[in-house]
């Protein structure tokens, strides 16, 4: 009896399939906070995502307050959401709501709603990078805890960075890939607050590609946020890591939050992660 070959199998055993299966893997989607949600408007929520999915995105990220109407209704919310073709990423929250007695429940509905991550950030330990050993020690074991939690529901905890954390050639990422167990604590890396924060995001990926599952992008002309390849730095660096590692996951474009919203830029921002990516 032949053996069945799997089209992943087969792929890898081709001349150039390996990049080709890898761009296969790479998803593009897009953070919610590129237009102006109100938390418990669920039909506004979902014409976002048939928008999104019209401009190419087959995935979503939100905060979490965004979804949380719906956990009394998980399953018909669910059925909605797969309608529209955009994948439920992940929601986002902070280390402390982590440590809020509601955890439990919150991770019980993002299960039932059929988010994959909890994208978690938390403070940066010193904006200048340099922190007590203490500290980082004691961040890392509570994400650790965090994590743990989240993967008894069946979700998979993603530490979101902002700039304090790649200050000083990103020591404090790097010291929490070193001290937070990989079954535990993933990273959704935020590229744009990386640079932003005078780091090396190319670097962290080509350390630790395999615990990254998803890439936030967004650019600043100084401390503004402007469309993807308009501002003081652009996304060759990464995408020339992502190609040499094979890295696989989501490039997720984060537009604006808080009162800062440019929903004029999404479309754009598609087309610039084509370009620079190939993806």
Known sequence: MKERISRRVLLTALPG??????????????QANGWP???????????????????????????????????????????????????FIGAHMNMEQGRADSFTSVLEGLAALGAGFVVMSGAGLAANGKFEEGALR??????????????????????????????NGNAEIEGLAKLTNPEAVEFLMDAGHGYLGGGDPAGFLSLHARRIRGIHLKTYRGQEQVPLGQGDFGFERLAAAVKQTGWTGWLITEEGGGTKINTAAVGPDREYIRRIFGV
């Open 17 to 30: 399939a390996r990049l080709a299966l890898a761009k296969a893997d790479i998803r593009v989607g897009c």
């Open 37 to 87: 949600l109100k938390a418990g408007d669920f039909p506004q929520l979902l014409s976002v995502l048939d928008a999104m999915r019209s401009l190419g995105y087959t995935g979503f990220e939100c905060n979490v307050r965004f979804v949380q109407d719906r956990f009394g209704s998980a399953a018909a919310a669910r059925t909605r959401i797969q309608k529209t073709g955009v994948r």
């Open 138 to 167: 004691e961040k890392a074991a509570k994400l650790d805890v965090l994590g743990k939690v989240c993967r008894k529901h069946g979700l998979r905890l993603t530490y979101h960075n902002h700039n304090p954390e790649f200050a």
